[in-house]
């Protein structure tokens, strides 16, 4: 989900239903990814226990999620 202002975004990181809306109800906040911050240790935040829960439950991450946890 796209948070910020005007040329300054930040990303929520979240466990969806699948049957949901894309930018509705999520069902928990797993992360933040902040793409202008300067160094790299800082764009990207995850809880990795949440993460490992969603995982273990069966939900798939996306490709761009994918490469956030990577770069994590």
């Not at 466990?15 to 509705?24: L, N, Q, S, T």
């Not at 999520?26 to 202008?36: Q, V």
């Given at each position: 989900?796209?948070?910020?202002?005007?040329?300054?975004?930040?990303?929520?990181?979240?466990?969806?239903?699948?049957?949901?809306?894309?930018d509705g109800e999520y069902l928990?906040?797993?992360?933040?990814?902040?793409?202008?911050?300067e160094k790299t240790s800082e764009?990207?935040?995850?809880?990795?226990?949440?993460?490992?829960?969603?995982?273990d439950r069966g939900a798939e991450?996306?490709?761009?999620?994918?490469?956030?946890?990577?770069?994590?």
């Amino acid at each position: 989900l796209r948070q910020g202002t005007k040329k300054k975004p930040n990303y929520l990181i979240v466990a969806v239903d699948r049957e949901k809306k894309r930018d509705g109800e999520y069902l928990e906040k797993i992360g933040f990814y902040y793409p202008k911050k300067e160094k790299t240790s800082e764009k990207v935040i995850l809880n990795k226990d949440a993460l490992k829960k969603w995982t273990d439950r069966g939900a798939e991450l996306t490709l761009t999620v994918k490469e956030l946890v990577r770069f994590a």
